[in-house]
């Protein structure tokens, strides 16, 4: 649930839009619900986030506000128990800071953006709470809230011309406003984080997901050319293909149909409880089997995103900023495991997806090789296998491959902690390493698939990332004396940090997938537009 004031103490913090109230929770002081853009409503919706005019008087910033509005199920999904809840609101465009002390220390800065399939989340939700980075890395942490769903990733035409003020015409609205609001987010950092004690030329921005495709967006934003230091993506799903404005065209068409309106303008008079009503519609018109769903997508259209996030991480300034990537070692079960019609997939059933990135000659091969690696393996685990390499873990791999090669290592890992939840069948999901990454379990206490890891294996291996994490904001290199030495990845060893309940260090632990998805082998789908 939403936080609501704390009880201690008070803070005080004067910035150029006004002033604020924020309060000292256990040691930490915190900001919430900061305006960092002018509320996206009315004829402001799909355009360019807005500078916000400020306010006179003392802000009260010691609760949270609205999360961006979304599709929301009473008790939560399954696994992660829920991921956002009410209120929700329009006037969603704030964020939260977490400081050791608002005074001029100028500690490094942790930016994180909530991931969610770019339909649920929220920068506010307890388990991303930057209380304990706060207090244990001596950071400063900020939070935000963006628009996501059909507010956030609707693309809504061709871009108009743009004024001065960066308004767009009025027949074009804006492209991807979701990059638009993160980018006016990162602009407040910058300017305003030396209030809260931090240091605006040292920010990380760290995201999961969906965040961690946002996170590479914002490195090789020109806009942020030389304002972030370092990234740190956490299962980047960099194989999904995204759309440019013409393929994106029929999916814009059927979202109108679903929602009852003829254009954009009728759109914006609609209520937003109308819009994500009628997203539910288009989840069920472009969900394929085996694949994971994605009703609404980045839009690469040259102009407010240039070239696929991956990518941008190769191109100009971005490829001397340092990067950590991740992904955990069964991340597709999460969202196939639990799910009985997947369960009784038979071997023809994933063999004929696999030939759709494979071909149809080398499938039975391939489908074969699945199964040697996990024997046992039932047709449904061959299938969130592939899933887990198409989408996440050969991507990362290959974005580690070429900037090794370009010069830039990345510090590279695997998650591989399995969840007892659900007898096993979850294994090392989607999500599973945030509570560790966050260290803060008692935040997730209604997340079910925590349940039954062992309290002093849960501990520890938390205790080994949260402070690996701590240490690449701050030096750019996650050791520690905790953790086994780590070496960036580069191609000759292909070091990989392993992180189970025993945390090891090993060389090319993604060797088989890396070498079963090389370009040689798929002659279908590619996973990410990397060379």
């Known amino acids: 649930m939403p936080h609501s004031p704390g009880q201690d103490q008070t803070t005080v913090v004067d910035l150029p839009a006004g002033r604020l109230r924020g309060a000292t929770e256990r040691g930490v002081a915190v900001f919430r619900a900061v305006p960092y853009a002018a509320p996206p409503v009315g004829d402001l919706r799909w355009r360019p986030a807005q500078p916000h005019t400020g306010w006179s008087g003392t802000r009260d910033a010691t609760a949270d506000g609205p999360s961006a509005p979304q599709m929301y199920v009473e008790g939560g999904d399954p696994v992660l128990g829920g991921h956002g809840s009410p209120p929700f609101d329009e006037d969603c465009l704030t964020l939260n800071v977490w400081t050791p002390a608002a005074d001029g220390a100028r500690r490094p800065v942790l930016v994180w953006i909530h991931g969610g399939g770019f339909v649920s989340g929220s920068g506010s939700l307890p388990g991303y709470s930057g209380e304990t980075f706060a207090r244990d890395g001596d950071l400063v942490v900020v939070s935000i809230n963006y628009r996501i769903g059909p507010l956030g990733y609707l693309y809504t035409g061709e871009q108009g011309e743009q004024g001065e003020e960066g308004e767009q015409g009025e027949e074009g609205g804006g492209g991807n406003p979701w990059l638009s609001d993160q980018l006016a987010a990162l602009r407040w950092v910058k300017e305003n984080i030396a209030s809260f004690g931090g240091d605006p030329d040292l920010i990380t921005v760290a995201g999961q997901s969906g965040g961690a495709v946002s996170t590479a967006a914002l490195a090789g934003h ?9 990234v740190i993506l956490q299962s980047p799903p960099f194989g999904l293909d995204l759309p440019d404005p013409a393929a994106y065209a029929e999916r814009t068409a059927a979202y109108l149909e679903l929602a009852g309106a003829k254009d954009l303008a009728e759109l914006r008079t609609l209520p937003w409880q109308q819009l994500i009503g009628a997203a539910g519609g288009l989840f069920a018109q472009t969900m394929r089997w085996g694949y994971w769903p994605t009703p609404f997508l980045p839009v690469v259209d040259g102009v407010t995103l240039r070239t696929h ?28 495991a639990l799910d009985e019609g997947y369960a009784a997939a038979t071997r023809e059933q994933v063999t004929d997806r696999i030939a759709e990135t494979f071909g149809s000659e080398a499938a039975a091969e391939v489908y074969a090789a699945y199964e040697r690696a996990r024997p046992g393996a039932r047709p449904a685990d061959v299938l969130m296998d592939l899933i887990t390499d198409e989408l996440f873990r050969v991507p990362a791999v290959r974005l580690a491959e070429a900037r090794a090669a370009e010069g830039h290592p990345v510090w590279a890992y695997q998650f591989d902690l399995p969840t007892p939840a659900y007898e096993g069948r979850l294994g090392a999901a989607h999500c599973l390493e945030l509570p560790f990454v966050f260290d803060n379990f008692d935040q997730w206490a209604h997340a079910p698939f925590l349940a039954g890891i062992a309290p002093a294996v849960r501990d520890g291996l938390a205790y080994a990332m949260h402070r690996a994490w701590i240490s690449f904001v701050r030096t750019g290199d996650p050791n520690h004396p905790d953790l086994p030495h780590w070496q960036p990845y580069d191609t000759g060893r292909r070091t990989t940090m392993r992180f189970d309940s025993v945390v090891t260090a090993l060389d090319d632990l993604a060797g088989a997938s890396r070498l079963l998805h090389g370009p040689a082998r798929t002659s279908g789908r590619t996973s990410a537009p990397l060379t």
């Open 222 to 230: 020109p806009e942020t050319q030389g304002l972030i230091r370092r």
């Open 309 to 336: 996030p991956a990518q941008a991480l190769l191109d100009g300034a971005a490829a001397g900023i340092d990067v950590m990537i991740g992904w955990t070692r069964e991340e597709a079960n999460f969202g196939f």
